[in-house]
């Protein structure tokens, strides 16, 4: 007999096999002796009374051994017979590639970037120097942004696909099992560029292929219907089928479909700055405590607000984290947050940005809000005076508009400069920024102050574009063979969306 039940138990005792025994018998009525294995289904922590505990869904087995399921998929091997191209090595790519192959199909996954391994090299130069490789940085190159900035795999995307289908192909590929039950499950920074390689591997042992320094310049577009691409300006590359999985920051991308005459959208996006707190202040707020247990992780938070007509939220925190520049051009500033898998960093960052409208940037352009976007990026760069240092402010003397005399010691590598963020944010989100940060405050014992720093700009939320797509096919309205896919389409926010909008799209592929 199989029964689920939910235990709670303190965090000393979460890993302890014979307490959670006690508990499920205790809880189910029954002998300890009856229960023959149990399995951990979800795991949470429940901070909101003075005693934090843990929250374990837990199936058990009465009188009765589970039957092992194998979750580990066999990708067999593909031939050239039936050719997709992918364009993009981030989640969707990736996921895209590894369904095709599951469904016969050969995948081409062209990438504009280098492998992880050769990443490491600008990103180094990046955060030393402030030197940006337009074509290898924080988000171009083999993983996508997710690779070097977190991999943090929180989704609230049941409806799309299956979430645990995701997660498997993580862990089948070197992620730890917690991710399946951790109710806010995390890779780590360090741990996934190998997972990232695995994942190749797999797909180049089954038969697809992985191009590297590849960018795409154009398509090959026939009587509307896709023939294939062209890479480098040069090379050509023939298929009736392209998932475009190249993620929300390929501004180049956009421009060609616009200059194609391919339909695209102009699509609301967020603006903020990147807030960092020392990590104590954090945990003594959600745990109700000076000093942080052993047995706790580093404490999140997610914050909203509405002000007037505007949302105002907390996006990607970081516990234990790191803020990184994650410009993919020359002269501008963006910044983005991660964290190592131990989040063992002594600051704890997040963006928080402000809803921007359509009616926010007037005009019929569908490129206008990647122009205000860009614009945004621009001052802020030269607001810092290069090297990618970044415009900051205390969090008080933001609110009370003053200059910050100094700044707190922070985890921006190329540096922060003391600047009137004003100036470079629009009017309507420094005042929904300088309302919205009093009430978190209230919200959150401690996240009012002046010992935390607003550092910008956070501008790539998600995509300031939409491709459109078909509800049914997911195929472009105009070109037959060409699915949209991911964020870079305006359809996922984040890792593990991205990688089922790239199942999702690679099914359509075949069904069509």
């Known amino acids: 007999?199989?029964?689920?039940?939910?235990?709670?138990?303190?965090?000393?005792?979460?890993?302890?096999?014979?307490?959670?025994?006690?508990?499920?018998?205790?809880g189910l009525k029954v002998e300890i002796s009856t229960i023959k294995q149990h399995k951990v289904l979800k795991r949470s922590i429940d901070a909101r009374s003075r005693k934090v505990i843990y929250r374990l869904q837990v199936r058990a087995y009465i009188d009765e051994n589970p039957i092992i399921e194998g979750n580990t998929i066999n990708y067999q091997k593909v031939t050239s017979d039936k050719t997709v191209l992918i364009i993009g090595a981030g989640p969707a790519g990736l996921f895209s590639a590894l369904q095709c192959i599951e469904n016969g199909l050969k995948p081409i996954i062209v990438e504009r970037g280098k492998d992880v391994k050769q990443r490491r090299r600008d990103l180094a130069a990046i955060n030393k120097q402030g030197l940006v490789n337009t074509e290898s940085n924080y988000c171009y190159g083999e993983g996508g942004a997710g690779t070097y900035s977190d991999g943090k795999l929180y989704t609230r995307s049941n409806k799309r696909g299956d979430i645990n289908k995701v997660l498997q192909i993580f862990v089948q590929h070197g992620a730890d099992q917690d991710i399946l039950i951790d109710a806010r499950p995390h890779i780590g920074t360090n741990k996934l560029p190998q997972i990232i390689t695995?994942?190749?591997?797999?797909?180049?042992?089954?038969?697809?292929?992985?191009?590297?320094?590849?960018?795409?310049?154009?398509?090959?577009?026939?009587?509307?219907?896709?023939?294939?691409?062209?890479?480098?300006?040069?090379?050509?590359?023939?298929?009736?089928?392209?998932?475009?999985?190249?993620?929300?920051?390929?501004?180049?991308?956009?421009?060609?479909?616009?200059?194609?005459?391919?339909?695209?959208?102009?699509?609301?996006?967020?603006?903020?700055?990147?807030?960092?707190?020392?990590?104590?202040?954090?945990?003594?707020?959600?745990?109700?405590?000076?000093?942080?247990?052993?047995?706790?992780p580093p404490a999140y938070y997610s914050m909203?607000?509405?002000?007037?007509?505007?949302?105002?939220?907390?996006?990607?925190?970081?516990?234990?984290?790191?803020?990184?520049?994650?410009?993919?051009?020359?002269?501008?500033?963006?910044?983005?947050?991660?964290?190592?898998?131990?989040?063992?960093?002594?600051?704890?960052?997040?963006?928080?940005?402000?809803?921007?409208?359509?009616?926010?940037?007037?005009?019929?352009?569908?490129?206008?809000?990647?122009?205000?976007?860009?614009?945004?990026?621009?001052?802020?760069?030269?607001?810092?005076?290069?090297?990618?240092?970044?415009?900051?402010?205390?969090?008080?003397?933001?609110?009370?508009?003053?200059?910050?005399?100094?700044?707190?010691?922070?985890?921006?590598?190329?540096?922060?400069?003391?600047?009137?963020?004003?100036?470079?944010?629009?009017?309507?989100?420094?005042?929904?920024?300088?309302?919205?940060?009093?009430?978190?405050g209230k919200k959150m014992k401690g996240y009012y102050t002046n010992e935390a720093i607003l550092v910008g700009v956070e501008s790539r939320t998600s995509s300031p574009v939409r491709i459109p797509r078909d509800k049914e096919t997911l195929q472009h309205p105009q070109i037959?063979?060409?699915?949209?896919?991911?964020?870079?389409?305006?359809?996922?926010?984040?890792i593990v969306s991205a990688a089922i909008d790239g199942i999702n799209c690679a099914n359509a592929v075949l069904n069509n």
């Open 304 to 440: 909203v607000e509405q002000v007037k007509t505007r949302g105002v939220f907390s996006f990607c925190m970081c516990p234990g984290g790191i803020i990184a520049p994650c410009a993919t051009d020359l002269n501008e500033i963006v910044v983005n947050g991660w964290s190592p898998s131990k989040r063992n960093n002594p600051y704890a960052n997040s963006g928080t940005v402000v809803q921007v409208t359509l009616d926010d940037v007037q005009g019929y352009d569908p490129l206008r809000m990647l122009k205000f976007q860009s614009e945004i990026e621009h001052l802020a760069f030269d607001a810092g005076g290069g090297n990618l240092v970044a415009p900051a402010q205390r969090m008080i003397d933001f609110v009370q508009n003053k200059l910050s005399i100094d700044l707190p010691k922070n985890s921006y590598l190329p540096g922060v400069k003391s600047v009137m963020l004003d100036n470079i944010l629009p009017d309507f989100v420094s005042q929904s920024l300088r309302s919205a940060l009093p009430i978190f």
């Open 198 to 296: 695995a994942i190749r591997e797999t797909i180049q042992n089954a038969g697809g292929e992985v191009l590297f320094d590849s960018k795409l310049t154009d398509l090959i577009i026939e009587e509307g219907k896709i023939k294939g691409i062209v890479i480098n300006q040069e090379q050509e590359l023939l298929a009736n089928s392209v998932i475009l999985a190249t993620g929300h920051s390929a501004r180049d991308i956009y421009e060609l479909l616009h200059k194609k005459n391919i339909l695209i959208e102009a699509k609301p996006f967020a603006l903020g700055v990147r807030i960092e707190h020392p990590q104590q202040i954090i945990d003594s707020a959600q745990y109700h405590c000076d000093t942080r247990s052993d047995f706790l």
């Open 480 to 494: 037959t063979g060409l699915f949209p896919c991911a964020e870079g389409a305006g359809y996922a926010g984040g």
């Open 1 to 26: 007999m199989q029964k689920e039940i939910e235990i709670t138990i303190a965090p000393e005792h979460v890993t302890n096999e014979q307490i959670i025994l006690q508990h499920l018998a205790k």
